[in-house]
């Protein structure tokens, strides 16, 4: 969104480079090049989204920025707190 924003008004000769889009690949070859770092790593997270009000328009930018779907969990501020001091 805003880095095409930016593109736009930086014009067709000047080169904006996004770490999302450099990043990820970089770390592909990196773990690919050391093993024992790789193999430390967890394949099996997840993402858990905590809002206090759920909203419309959360859902819509949650939908801008994450490609997969979000679930929304509505919590007050005292419950993160017993959620955190687990």
């Not at 805003?2 to 592909?28: C, H, N």
């Amino acid at each position: 969104m805003l880095k095409e924003e930016i593109r736009k008004l930086a014009g067709e000769g000047i080169s904006v480079i996004s770490q999302d889009e450099i990043i990820p690949e970089k770390l592909k070859t990196y773990l690919a090049h050391h093993p024992e770092i790789a193999e430390r790593l967890s394949t099996e997270s997840s993402r858990d989204f905590y809002v206090t009000d759920l909203t419309e328009s959360t859902d819509i930018l949650a939908r801008e920025f994450f490609t997969e779907s979000i679930h929304f969990q509505k919590c007050s501020l005292g419950e993160m707190k017993k959620t955190r001091t687990r």
